[in-house]
């Protein structure tokens, strides 16, 4: 299995809500990221675990909040977020986090913030 | 601070040409990856370049890396229809393990 996972593909919420994202993989990374690309943008890094631990946070606003249960699995907790934020949203992986790696993208997360 | 320039931003070319995308960067680094991807879709790898004067090849796309000029390029031979696609090149910042910055992404369109 090659693929990382990300569900919802699409996303509609308003600004009072509150709604997660996730991803999973299981191909046995130990790195994990999110990244947010706006429409005809490079992606942009908001946040790194590496064996399950946060190790970047590009200083993203509070109202986005990442959680990684495990190895496999990482969450992005949304909360009273603005209609700035609408993007694709990006999971990502690699096998250590080692700057030598190539990174294992999902397909994304297209949020709409009404 | 690393800043990452792709040129040209945008590329409409007839199959069968050639054509080369370039990516300079403003500070040191010896990593530079180039990605694809697809509209609507996620980022594809296509390239991890380790060291200066590196040079990769697959099908059609071929990419290379001089530190010293700080330059990466993808050259395009031969261009058919399916590789039309954005492409971003990134170069990890210094001191992160993964933390890229991505280039501005060069929009291809390749016409029949």
């Known amino acids: 299995d090659t693929e990382v996972t990300q569900t919802p593909k699409h996303l509609v919420m308003g600004m009072t809500n509150k709604k997660s994202l996730k991803c999973e993989q299981h191909?046995?990374?130990?790195?994990m990221y999110w990244y947010k690309q706006k429409a005809k943008k490079p992606p942009e890094l908001m946040f790194v675990?590496?064996?399950?631990?946060?190790?970047i946070n590009e200083s993203v606003p509070s109202r986005f909040s990442p959680e990684c249960p495990n190895s496999s699995l990482l969450n992005l907790h949304l909360h009273a977020l603005q209609p700035e934020d609408s993007a694709l949203y990006l999971c990502?992986?690699?096998?250590?986090?080692?700057?030598?790696?190539?990174?294992?993208f999902g397909s994304g997360t297209q949020l709409s913030v009404l | 601070e690393l800043k990452v320039e792709q040129n040209p931003l945008f590329l409409s070319m007839q199959e069968g040409k050639n054509y080369t995308i370039y990516c300079n960067y403003s500070?040191?680094?010896?990593?530079l990856y180039w990605y694809r991807q697809d509209p609507g879709k996620s980022l594809e790898s296509l390239f991890v370049?380790?060291?200066?004067?590196a040079v990769k090849q697959e099908g059609r796309l071929m990419a290379s890396l001089d530190t010293k000029a700080r330059l990466s390029t993808l050259h395009i031979t031969a261009a058919v229809h399916d590789l039309s696609a954005t492409y971003f090149c990134?170069?990890?910042?210094?001191?992160?393990?993964?933390?890229?910055?991505f280039g501005p992404g060069t929009r291809l369109s390749v016409l029949p």
């Open positions: 990502a992986s690699s096998p250590t986090g080692g700057s030598s790696e190539k990174l294992f």
């Open positions: 191909m046995g990374h130990r790195a």
């Open positions: 675990y590496s064996y399950e631990k946060l190790s």
């Open positions: 500070t040191t680094s010896d990593r």
């Open positions: 370049l380790l060291s200066n004067g």
């Open positions: 990134a170069v990890v910042r210094g001191g992160y393990g993964q933390n890229f910055v």
